[in-house]
């Protein structure tokens, strides 16, 4: 028997699981190619802050902050059509917070994993790697 929430469409409660899919798709691809996870789901605090989905490092220790997109199609511009300017400042921000953190800043990327197909069909959804999709020089 499924206990159904009153007042949530159907939609909305699978999104956050559709999300963290893409997430975990996202992280195997990332392992496989080498690198290794440092944190998942890092938040800035406060409202207005920014996310970074996955933060990975490279076997030559350089710090890549991941953005993870996924769409079921491709129409829209498909899963990289959604990350404009206001995405990537808060990817960021959030990036900087988080080096603020360390003793030493060490090489940092920006990557974009996108996640494209139905995450629950029969065939397993493409997965695009874009190393250095964006830096942070705009952003200063």
């Avoid at 007042?7 to 999300?19: D, E, I, Q």
């Avoid at 080096?99 to 974009?112: E, G, K, S």
């Avoid at 069909?121 to 200063?140: E, K, T």
């Amino acid at each position: 028997m499924t206990i159904q929430k009153q007042g949530v469409p159907p939609a909305a409660r699978t999104t956050k699981a559709r999300g963290d899919q893409a997430e975990q798709a996202a992280l195997d691809h990332l392992a496989r190619q080498g690198l290794r996870l440092v944190q998942r789901n890092f938040r800035t605090p406060g409202r207005g802050g920014g996310e970074i989905d996955l933060i990975m490092s490279e076997p030559d220790g350089t710090l890549v902050f991941v953005e993870v997109r996924q769409r079921s199609a491709a129409s829209h511009g498909g899963a990289g059509g959604s990350i404009g300017s206001v995405k990537q400042r808060r990817i960021v921000f959030a990036a900087r917070h988080y080096l603020a953190r360390l003793r030493q800043c060490p090489p940092c990327r920006f990557d974009v994993v996108l996640v494209q197909g139905r995450l629950d069909g029969p065939q397993a959804p493409s997965v695009a790697w874009l190393r250095g999709a964006f830096d942070a020089s705009g952003w200063v």
